[in-house]
């Protein structure tokens, strides 16, 4: 029989970590116990109220399974194997060993630090819920769990990190996700040996087929609304522990047109914000290349009075037009990143010296010409219309200026060629990420860039190929 | 299946249209005249009767061309028709090429610049000609609603300065030069063997020969109106004018106030045009991987292309030259290879029956 000193001794020589504390207790039967958590992620109140106290106050223990009913926490593990216990303590839970027994209990008592559910800052909704995923696995998984109660929902959990250890659910509705896609997904992230998972993003690399793509093979969500409206519509979603940012597979860019508060205003609204995202990104991407190549190539493009408006603001800059953009434009991506990156008073200094020291001084002193702030200021605020792919719109903008400073409009249109034929030809996990618009499926566009009302979005997306494909049936048709 | 019929019609609406809106208007309005829209209704009427013939015959085999020929004659045969295939195809990007170049230095540039300028549209042409039937039709639904904005845009912009009357008498022009006409601009008429590549690489379904034929009437229907239109404009003159799709909307009432806006519009049908364009190379590069057995199109295109780069720098200025020498010439292979052969393809399929 091993005694309770030999057991505590094999844990403590692989955790030798000073945060791994020992708890050692005599019940009244005088039968002793030892408790063995991490400090600081497991819940010591709980260790105490729902092990420490009933154990402490029996009169005798005979045999496990008599302590094993004298444990009043729910989640009790049996196990034997110390590397498990080494496992278990690591992710937060607590080992209890019984004097004189081999077996011992995996208590789960995992209460890692966390903050309160917030609303995400950059999906902020006027209407609808606020609710935001946190860095807690188990927390995002019951918000999850709180939208969706079918028992078809899947949460399938794994371990990545050969050092984290980190948890990655996949959650998904069984009957609705296309058969075969979660264990496809599952097997892309297992091929995987890393040492620590920090963020989704990660995973994101994992399951993307081409991780050097400059555009987003998968989805993202911060809501736990947008995620379940996801999952049902036949994808899979992913949560990681320790990341905010869900992920969703497969993904379409059409999605990152889409808001969770379209769906809970008026379709005209919402048809109307998504036209207008899309048109802001294409501006946003254009804008400062069209300037460009219209004052290098073909003035025309500019209506005379603005042009006679234009000339006179440019006389006398030193630059030519692509250094003059490509100089502002610069100058905006540094004041984004310090502004990102600088404390938040600093922050707002820095604001001030951008637009004031920066952006004045640099006009009066005719070293940057007035034009060329507005647009590049233009296409800054149109970009961020839409968030989600701001890594690609901005890094299309500056392509596309350096395309037009060379050669033109033509250049513009050439290019335009190049990434509607890469895109076209681009599959995620067999969706095309052009659909609906390439190749066309007409269901599917009462829900791109327009937003039909909810009683002609009846069928789940044809494109996603969902298994169960009525998402809406009402005996009054509408 | 590869393609699906809907973007093969939207080939034979919209590449169509595109593919015939730059200089075939003022090369037939120079031949025909004021019958220029006999002229082009004589061109459409022959080759719509042969994709009704190959779209009917898709009802009838699931083969695809080089299996058809496989069939009959053997594989050394079916390799070296889609060889000729391949040649044809070249041939026809040819011309276009160099419509397109000085279109480009046109409409994209204040002044003339050099060759340099253009040659960029063969990255975009390697890297799309090798791409699959797939990927065609995929761009092919990108550029609908590319195309039927940009056109309407155009279009609008072009009614009100458009006399249609410059039309008439419709008997004026006589039969010669409406039939000289379409012999003459025949190379622009190529739709037939498209659809001839594309057979067996979608799945037909019952009325879908109606849906390819009423298609390409669209695109003829767009054609003529574009036709009508540009004559209209400029009536006499017509034939002098380069680049009709440019000209047609210069005259728009609002043009002072709000700058060239028709610009934008034209830029977006270049778009569309370089995927028409671009088609002709895709199905070159395809009867190549065929004919060879070579399995990488990247290489077979990027020799394309190649050899269509060393044709451009060499004749660059002799547009004019070249344009006579395949207006004299084309018609051949292009009723050979855009009319005969796929009529012809009828006679595989009834052979192999009765063998």
């Excluded at chain 2, 026809?92 to 060759?115: G, M, N, Q, R």
């Amino acid at each position: 029989m091993p005694t309770l000193e030999k057991n505590i001794n094999s844990v403590k020589k692989i955790l030798t970590s000073a945060d791994i504390l020992v708890f050692e207790f005599i019940s009244e039967g005088g039968k002793k116990f030892a408790a063995i958590y991490a400090d600081g992620i497991a819940d010591k109140a709980l260790l105490g109220e729902l092990v420490v106290k009933p154990l402490r106050a029996a009169e005798a223990e005979d045999g496990i399974e008599k302590v094993r009913l004298l444990l009043a926490s729910p989640e009790v593990k049996d196990c034997n194997r110390i590397p498990d216990a080494v496992k278990e303590i690591s992710d937060g839970n607590a080992v209890l060993f019984v004097d004189g027994e081999k077996d011992f209990f995996i208590i789960g008592l995992k209460s890692p630090p966390a903050r309160a559910i917030s609303e995400p800052p950059t999906q902020i909704a006027v209407k609808g819920p606020r609710e935001g995923f946190i860095e807690d696995i188990k927390t995002n998984m019951g918000l999850v769990r709180k939208r969706i109660k079918s028992e078809n929902l899947q949460i399938k959990t794994i371990k990545c990190g050969e050092r984290s250890d980190t948890a990655v659910a996949l959650v998904y509705i069984e009957g609705v996700c296309p058969a075969g896609l979660p264990e496809k997904i599952e097997k892309q992230i297992s091929e995987n040996e890393i040492d620590i998972i920090p963020d989704s993003s990660y995973i994101s690399s994992f399951i993307s087929k081409r991780p050097r793509s400059l555009f987003k093979r998968v989805g993202t969500a911060e809501k736990p609304d947008i995620f379940c409206a996801k999952i049902c519509e036949g994808r899979v979603g992913i949560l990681v522990d320790g990341s905010p940012i869900a992920v969703t597979a497969p993904y379409m860019i059409v999605e990152d047109f889409q808001t969770g508060e379209d769906y809970y205003q008026s379709s005209y609204r919402a048809t109307t914000l998504r036209l207008i995202r899309a048109i802001s990104v294409f501006i946003g991407i254009l804008l400062p290349a069209l300037y460009v190549s219209a004052q290098l190539f073909k003035s025309q493009l500019i209506p005379f009075r603005l042009l006679l408006k234009i000339s006179s603001s440019v006389q006398g800059i030193p630059l030519s037009p692509s250094i003059e953009m490509f100089l502002t434009l610069l100058v905006l991506e540094v004041l984004n990143e310090a502004s990102i990156r600088m404390p938040k008073y600093v922050g707002l200094a820095l604001s001030i010296v951008g637009a004031l020291v920066l952006g004045d001084t640099a006009v009066k002193a005719g070293i940057i010409s007035t034009p060329a702030i507005i647009i590049i200021a233009f296409s800054a605020i149109c970009l961020y219309t839409v968030p989600d792919l701001v890594e690609t719109t901005a890094t299309l903008r500056w392509i596309y200026l350096i395309v037009a400073g060379s050669i033109g409009s033509f250049g513009l249109v050439v290019l335009t060629g190049f990434i509607i034929t890469y895109l076209c030809s681009e599959n995620v996990y067999g969706v095309p990420l052009l659909a609906p618009f390439a190749p066309l499926v007409k269901g599917d566009l009462y829900d791109a860039m327009t937003k039909s009302n909810l009683y002609t979005l009846k069928n789940r997306p044809a494109s996603l190929r969902s298994g169960d494909k009525v998402r809406l049936k009402n005996g009054n048709k509408r | 299946m590869e393609i699906s019929v809907r973007q093969i019609c939207f080939i034979l609406i919209f590449y169509n249209a595109a593919s015939k809106l730059l200089q075939y208007p003022t090369l037939l309005s120079g031949y025909a005249g004021s019958g220029l829209l006999f002229s082009a209704l004589v061109s459409f009427a022959v080759e719509g009767a042969v994709i009704w013939a190959v779209a009917y015959l898709s009802s009838k085999t699931e083969k695809t061309l080089f299996a058809l020929v496989k069939d009959t004659f053997g594989e050394v045969a079916a390799r070296i028709v889609y060889g000729f295939f391949a040649v044809f195809f070249i041939l026809c990007s040819v011309l276009p090429l160099f419509e397109h170049k000085l279109y480009v230095h046109a409409i994209f540039y204040d002044t003339v610049p050099a060759l340099f300028s253009f040659l960029p549209v063969f990255f975009f042409t390697v890297y799309a000609g090798s791409k699959p039937f797939k990927n065609i039709g995929r761009c092919a639904d990108i550029c609908m609603p590319v195309f039927i904005l940009s056109f309407a845009f155009v279009a609008f912009m072009s009614l009100s300065e458009v006399d249609y009357t410059n039309l008439l008498p419709l008997n004026a022009a006589p039969a010669k030069s409406i039939f000289g006409g379409s012999l003459k601009t025949a190379l622009y008429f190529t739709e037939p063997a498209y659809l001839l590549m594309f057979l067996g690489h979608y799945k037909y379904k019952k009325g879908d020969a109606a849906r390819l034929v009423l298609s390409y009437a669209g695109g003829a229907a767009i054609v003529l109106f574009f036709l009508a239109t540009f004559y209209g404009v400029y009536g006499g003159i017509s034939s002098s004018r380069q680049f009709a799709i440019s000209k047609t909307s210069l005259y728009f009432s609002a043009m002072d106030m709000i700058g060239r806006v028709d610009l934008f519009a034209l830029y977006a049908m270049e778009f569309v045009m370089l995927f028409a364009y671009v088609l002709n190379i895709q199905l070159a590069v395809h009867c190549l991987v065929r004919c060879t057995g070579f399995k990488s199109p990247e290489i077979l295109s990027f020799a394309v292309n190649a050899a269509l780069f060393a044709v451009i720098v060499a004749f660059d200025r002799f547009y004019t030259a070249i344009q006579s020498l395949f207006a004299g010439w084309m018609w051949i292979p292009v009723v050979l290879f855009a009319v005969a052969l796929p009529a012809a393809a009828w006679g595989l399929r009834r052979r192999r029956n009765e063998s």
